[in-house]
């Protein structure tokens, strides 16, 4: 398949947005921009759906013809390998940073230590434990999931080769469904005997939920590479917008008199654990955007925006380390009346980490 230009674009849209939530987040400030860069259409954000994409890429990549399945292990491990080193880069520059900021800003390092814990009361474990995946600081939880998101994947398209995407998915959305039972905290005790010393700081997402995203994506991707997904039809499409357009009017207010308000939702929404409103909310507007891209290519195509979706692994980890780097400046201005227009400057550092990546690319 041809490289889509409007995925590179809503990956680069998600990317930042993503990036001036996070610098908000971290600063402890706040703005009235949330109500667009958060959860603009309804239960559902920018990491769910960066996820999503990212693995419809890697089931279409990865499931070509030309390519056995030992060599699709050989590619997918070392693409895992290459969003190590990646993750392992940013923890190195984040962890020096706070030591740094301990030293000279010490006013600083609380706010740090908020997102990053125990770098400066037990380092070495601290580092240990977050190279090998356990241990893992404010985003720094996207990378740990798409690094063993693909190392599953060669073990996925042999699966859909054989035809067995049916129970695959069925498998996926079990472990789904009981994830609230089985998501990392079981492992706490486990991980206590290793690193005793201090307690771990836990992914904020449930792989076992969030699996789904990842594992239903790949196998649209394998169809699509295949040309075995008959998707569309017009009776899915009038019952996408309508849940669509109900989810977003009860996500604004439209429905606050009969008791039903975000919170509400939320409650079926739950983002760490997917829950069954976030994923349903997730899937309809998937579909909707599906249908557009295919009606007209170039509707949702904004060259600044993939521009940077088309150096996703590289840009999202600049912005890990912009993210950290700006939250002692950004905390000092949380109140100050340009503090947004500071957040907003600091996100077009996107395009520059995406302008590093093309030149290093073209050497």
Same mark, same amino acid.
């Given at each position: 398949m041809k490289r889509i230009a409007a995925l590179d674009s809503i990956r680069g849209l998600l990317l930042l947005l993503m990036t001036i939530n996070h610098l908000i987040w971290v600063s402890g400030g706040y703005s009235i921009i949330q109500n667009v860069t958060l959860q603009p259409l309804g239960q559902f954000g920018a990491a769910e759906c960066f996820v999503f994409i990212s693995g419809l890429l890697a089931g279409v990549i990865y499931s070509r013809d030309s390519l056995t399945n030992p060599q699709i292990t050989t590619k997918a491990f070392h693409r895992a390998f290459s969003i190590y080193r990646y993750h392992v880069s940013c923890l190195l520059v984040v962890f020096v940073w706070v030591f740094i900021a301990s030293q000279l800003l010490p006013s600083a390092l609380p706010i740090l230590q908020q997102s990053a814990h125990n770098v400066i009361d037990s380092p070495i474990e601290t580092l240990l434990a977050s190279a090998v995946l356990v241990n893992q600081p404010s985003y720094f939880d996207i990378l740990p999931l798409y690094i063993v998101f693909m190392l599953l994947l060669p073990f996925l398209v042999r699966g859909y080769r054989k035809g067995l995407g049916w129970l695959i998915i069925s498998i996926s959305i079990g472990i789904w469904f009981f994830s609230s039972t089985i998501n990392a905290t079981v492992l706490q005790p486990l991980f206590d005997i290793v690193f005793s010393n201090f307690k771990l700081q836990l992914s904020y997402f449930n792989i076992f939920a969030w699996q789904l995203l990842f594992v239903s994506s790949s196998l649209l991707g394998f169809m699509l590479q295949n040309k075995t997904l008959h998707w569309r039809h017009p009776v899915l499409t009038v019952l996408a917008v309508i849940i669509a357009v109900g989810i977003f009017a009860a996500h604004h207010g439209a429905f606050v008199s009969y008791g039903i308000n975000r919170w509400v939702l939320y409650s079926y929404a739950d983002k760490p654990e997917l829950g069954w409103l976030r994923t349903l909310n997730i899937a309809v507007w998937v579909y909707l955007i599906a249908v557009i891209i295919q009606r007209n290519p170039s509707a949702l195509h904004i060259k600044a925006l993939s521009y940077i979706g088309r150096h996703s692994l590289r840009v999202f980890s600049w912005q890990i380390? +912009? +993210?950290?780097?700006? @939250? &002692?400046? $950004?905390?000092? $201005?949380? %109140?100050? &009346?340009?503090? !947004?227009?500071? +957040? !907003?400057?600091?996100?077009?550092?996107?395009?520059? @980490? @995406?302008? %590093?990546?093309? =030149? =290093?690319?073209? =050497?």
């Open positions: 380390v +912009v +993210v950290y780097l700006s @939250a &002692p400046l $950004l905390h000092n $201005l949380r %109140l100050e &009346p340009y503090y !947004i227009v500071v +957040v !907003i400057v600091i996100s077009t550092s996107l395009w520059f @980490a @995406a302008w %590093l990546s093309e =030149k =290093k690319m073209g =050497k």
